[in-house]
């Protein structure tokens, strides 16, 4: 379905997205059990080599290039794996239940930590509850990848982390997130007693990931397992799916915590191609899409299925940013200097799709939604008659609508949205010198589909 929309402004910018589904996971095992003794290792005797297990947690290497990176500076790939150094993984372990045997009666408080903190009330540290947090009681455990690149995770701590043999048969939840440009306060951070979460704004030049380890299911130890060459007992076996989650008594089987880490975010990245030879009497200055923007991530709770982030309904627009120079530092403003995609004559027989393209800044990462008003400034010269050109500043404004396919259908709501995880790609096509067209062409992941960009304004505007 293409549709054409004229107006009087003498450039052309043709929009079309396609979305290439990533949904992209990250998956990290760890150890913990209460109580979490601190050691230096000096003073472990034999009876704690059975009953004391050191805290281990790894991510799939694979999942390394997968993962978005926070703090403004862009995305993981093969060309910045430097950033993989800069990036922590806070983890946070809970209990899970009530224990059935009777040892422990009371509702999992997610208040307690396991490492003293900032707490309000210290008499609350029984461990019990929590397995893992951090020294500050604003976050989990910050851990890193380790730099041998096997998928290890260091927690960031001068002490090493051993189990206790309490509760051997208590099983735990595990959690973990990722985020980072972001500063915990007593204003942001909730800890309660279900619960905790935080207060955040997106800038669009960040990810948000969270998640956590699946239940102990049949499936999920039988794949285990599989996977891992474990040699379990049946006895051995139905204690564990009795426990139904990860325990002292599971860790010394082999069987550990594979946390999937969720992209909570919808990545949209920019593509530019040449529509015809005046293609270069257009730059393209800047790009901006309006967003819910302010959130609450919660990254753990006594109710699993609440764990992820909403967003309230206020808007704002996010501009486009360019990469990050070195995968540290804050992702820098769009380049003054903008964006020209050039045309010779050995394109014009191919279609414009099959033309070179043209990437335009990092991502944005926004609010997952069912549309979004998309803001495409730009630079164009035109003839003004007489022999002379004038260069004029303009900007199109176009809304974005989800597809009815099933690569923005939501699993759970059954809604049609740009779905976090996925990344959707907008390529423009420039022309120059003729009235402006608006093709709606677009192509889903596998199958695809057409969507409308409609124009919200009917002339591109000049700028005063």
Known sequence: ?????????????????????????????????????????????????????????????????????????????????????????????????????????????????????TASDQDRLTAADCLLDGADYNFGMPTKLTADRNGTLEPQTTQKLYFSSAFQDVGYDFFVYHIDDFEPTAANTHREADRIYYDLEIDGSQDIMSGMAPKLTRDVLDEKIRDGKLTITKSDQEQILDIGNYCTFAAHRGVYPVMAMKHRLTRMQFLAYPGDESADNVVIKGISVESRYRGRLTVAARNTDETGIEFDSDRRELELREASPDGVSPCPPLSSDGYVVSYDGSMASLPWDE??????????????????????????????????????????????????????????????????????????????????????????????????????????????
């Open 1 to 117: 379905m293409n549709v054409l929309h004229k107006t009087k402004t003498t450039a052309l910018l043709k929009g079309v997205m396609s979305a290439a589904a990533s949904l992209m996971v990250l998956a990290a095992c760890t150890d913990s059990y209460p109580t979490l003794i601190h050691n230096d290792g000096s003073t472990i005797g034999n009876d704690e080599v059975y009953d004391r297990v050191p805290l281990m947690m790894f991510v799939n290497e694979q999942d390394y290039f997968s993962i978005i990176a926070t703090r403004g500076t862009g995305v993981f790939d093969d060309e910045h794996a430097g950033k993989l150094a800069n990036s922590l993984f806070y983890v946070y372990a809970f209990r899970a239940a009530e224990d059935a045997d009777g040892n422990i009666v009371h509702n999992t408080d997610y208040r307690e930590t396991s490492s003293g903190g």
């Open 355 to 464: 033309r070179p393209g043209l990437k335009i800044g990092e991502s944005l990462m926004l609010a997952p939604d069912s549309e979004y008003a998309l803001t495409l400034y730009y630079t164009q010269t035109v003839d003004v008659g007489g022999g002379k050109t004038e260069q004029r500043d303009l900007k199109s404004r176009y809304l974005l609508k989800a597809q009815e396919t099933s690569y923005f259908k939501d699993p759970e709501t059954g809604a049609y949205i740009f779905r976090p995880g996925y990344v959707y790609s907008v390529k423009i096509v420039v022309y120059g010198l003729q009235e402006i067209k608006v093709s709606a062409n677009i192509e889903g992941w596998e199958y695809g589909g057409d969507i409308v960009l409609d124009p919200m304004e009917d002339d591109g505007v000049l700028l005063e």
